[in-house]
């Protein structure tokens, strides 16, 4: 591992807040290391342009009088000079510099060339007394070459540099501190929702129920998203869970009895000799009790999908045959119980689930022959989108009785229970197209006090309307409404009982 792949990998393991404060820190620290160099840089030249500016005005007129051999004239400030021949000897100079070379050998020789020397003496950092800029050249004065050395101290220059730069560093830190501290703060309170998120989560991993983050209603930023996107995943994960525990509660519950009487059927064959006959009539009660939890088991795994996840495909169907082929395995039944079961669909295609529609409606069929009386009625109608409501008892015309041909056994899915949302008239505010199917009877009808929870789980009327069946059905006929959009309920008409399928279509 590189060295920067390790510095990376370390800084990765970090908190995030300290990631943060960091990336703050590092960041802040270029551009003020930026900003500093650009204002001490903007300072340093004009400093040194006036500097040089005036070193440059006194060299000229040193450059003057030396050539008419006057006296050198005062200068700025500070400033000094010396006056050499060709050999470095001083023929005149400042009282400070009168013994102290100012030009090195080289540079002597250089300016006695005729270039133009410029030094400084001594340095900024570390201080130093004396400091100075120089400039010197060659100047003829009287027939000889001589070079003119003009200076000027940086004393005044050098301390306003330094004081910048202390003032550069003292603002520079305040401002490191000052914007570290504001984004750790920042970061701490950006972060304290997560945090609370991360406590329910763990709360929730805890076993606790029905959990809700607090979420702000008057924000809408990417940590209240976030939150409100946690929240969804804990309603579908609690959802989830009551499903499961309602699956296994509805499970045992209901698997107990046939249980029981299976091992009862099986410890009274196994108690004592039985006859063939004796034995063959154990066979065929627990076939009937297995067949009972084959159908037990359907029905709830059915119940289970529909209301786990989005099972729902919809696709264009003939509404006559949907319910055609969801009719035709009772004909046979109605027949041989000398009841008329009619059919009145419209031609018309709809968009629905057969696969999940065609069952439902074949529960209602089943649940009419077995537990109601006369003649069914099943009525399948498209309403339109000018079809502003849908309203009254149900009816149904009778056609000629129905008869077909049985080609083998009739099995009959599980039916039951369905969750009643309504009790008499239903009024429902239609939007586009919608199905309405219709199965009614002209039995007894429902019980007044069954209706509003005819639709509940293993929800049962009186024992003449349950002899049969686990509960389930109506319950199944429920979710395939919902998972369509739509609704279900049931009704007395007056001359029976009606269950209807509103369903966007």
């Known amino acids: 591992m590189t060295r920067s792949a390790g510095l990376r990998a370390r800084f990765g393991r970090l908190p995030v807040v300290a990631r943060l404060v960091l990336a703050v820190a590092i960041t802040m620290s270029l551009v003020l290391t930026g900003t500093a160099g650009l204002v001490y840089w903007r300072v340093q030249t004009a400093l040194d342009r006036q500097l040089h500016d005036d070193l440059a005005a006194y ?14 004239p005062p200068g700025p400030s500070g400033s000094l000079y010396q006056v050499l021949d060709t050999r470095g000897r001083v023929l005149a100079a400042s009282d400070a510099v009168r013994h102290r070379p100012l030009l090195s050998a080289a540079e002597l020789d250089s300016a006695a060339h005729g270039h133009t020397v410029r030094r400084d003496v001594g340095s900024l950092l570390p201080i130093t007394p004396d ?54 703060r920042t970061a701490r309170a950006a972060l304290r929702p997560v945090e609370r998120y991360r406590s329910g989560a763990a ?14 209603a008057d924000r809408d930023d990417e940590i209240t998203r976030l939150g409100h996107t946690l929240n969804r995943m804990l309603d579908r994960l609690e959802a989830s869970a009551v499903r499961e525990r309602r699956f296994v509660a509805d499970a045992s519950h209901e698997l107990r ?48 999908e529909l209301g786990g996840t989005d099972h729902v495909v919809r696709a264009p169907v003939c509404l006559a045959d949907l319910v055609e082929a969801a009719v035709a395995p009772h004909l046979r039944t109605a027949g041989r119980e000398g009841r008329a079961l ?20 074949g529960n209602l069929v089943d649940n009419a022959l077995r537990h109601a009386a ?32 049985a080609h083998g056994p009739v099995t009959a899915e599980v039916r039951g229970q369905v969750t009643a949302e309504a009790r008499g008239p239903v009024t429902a505010e239609v939007r586009g197209p919608r199905l309405r199917l219709v199965v009614a009877d002209e039995g007894p009808g429902f019980p007044p006090e069954f209706l509003p929870r005819a639709f509940d789980r293993f929800a049962r009327a009186e024992a003449s309307r349950t002899s049969e069946g686990s509960g389930l059905g109506l319950a199944f006929v429920q979710a395939v409404a919902t998972a369509h959009g739509g609704t279900a309920h049931a009704e007395n008409t007056g001359r029976g009982a009606a269950v209807v399928l509103d369903l966007p279509c």
Not at 170 to 177: K, R, T
Not at 290 to 304: G, M, W
Not at 342 to 354: K, L, P, Q, W
């Open 59 to 72: 060299r000229h007129s040193l450059d003057r009088a030396v050539r008419a051999g006057t006296a050198p």
């Open 374 to 405: 006369g003649p069914v009625r099943v009525t399948a109608e498209v309403h339109g989108p000018d079809t502003a409501e849908a309203r009254g008892p149900v009816t149904a015309e009778a056609r000629e009785p129905v008869t077909a041909e």
């Open 131 to 184: 400091t100075l800029r120089l400039q010197a050249r060659r100047v003829r004065a009287g027939g000889q070459r001589r070079v003119v050395v003009a200076a000027v101290r940086r004393g005044h220059r050098d301390e306003a540099l330094r004081e910048l730069l202390a003032q550069l560093a003292f603002a520079s830190v305040l401002a490191l501190i000052a914007a570290s501290f504001v984004g750790y």
């Open 257 to 304: 009895t046939p249980l029981a009487l299976l091992r009862a059927e099986l410890d009274v064959a196994l108690h004592r000799p039985r006859s063939a006959e004796e034995l063959t009539g154990t066979l065929r009660a627990v076939e009937g009790e297995v067949q009972r939890l084959i159908d037990l088991s359907n029905a709830l795994l059915a119940l289970e």
């Open 342 to 361: 009619t059919v009145d669909a419209a031609g018309t295609t709809v968009e629905v689930d057969a696969r999940w529609l065609r069952p439902a409606l």
């Open 203 to 216: 709360t929730l991993a805890d076993g606790a129920q029905n959990l809700r983050l607090d979420v702000p």
